[in-house]
């Protein structure tokens, strides 16, 4: 079975900045697009960046200029790096990918989330 597991969210000040990581593991045939999901407390939860398997990006509009999604190929891994955070992004930060196992069926995996809190 395939596994998505997030790390690198913690506590910053606004202005900071925080890079979290998202590995695949398991039964891997491919992956196609991935990316990154946010929920804060009250609110729905919305798309923060995604790329596609040949390295094509989209964001939010609201962190346009400020997060950068990254993958590795090789290692299964999608990343997000968050600079000039703001206090509107704390939230909870979820990995999600499409991805085929090694008998092609496709499926979209979650990770558990990782907590982010921009305060002072």
């Known amino acids: 079975q395939v596994q998505l597991v997030e790390s690198g969210g913690g506590l910053v000040q606004p202005g900071g900045s925080l890079r979290l990581s998202c590995a695949a593991s398991?039964?891997?045939?491919?992956?196609?697009?991935m990316g990154w999901y946010r929920q804060a407390p009250g609110k729905q939860r919305e798309l923060v960046a995604a790329i596609g398997s040949g390295g094509s990006t989209n964001y939010a509009d609201s962190v346009k200029g400020r997060f950068t999604i990254s993958r590795d190929n090789a290692k299964n891994m999608v990343y997000l790096q968050m600079n000039s955070l703001k206090r509107e992004d704390t939230a909870v930060y979820y990995c999600n990918a499409a991805i085929s196992d090694t008998t092609q069926r496709l499926a979209i995996y979650w990770g558990q989330g990782t907590q982010v809190t921009v305060s002072s």
């Open positions: 398991g039964t891997i045939f491919s992956i196609n697009a």
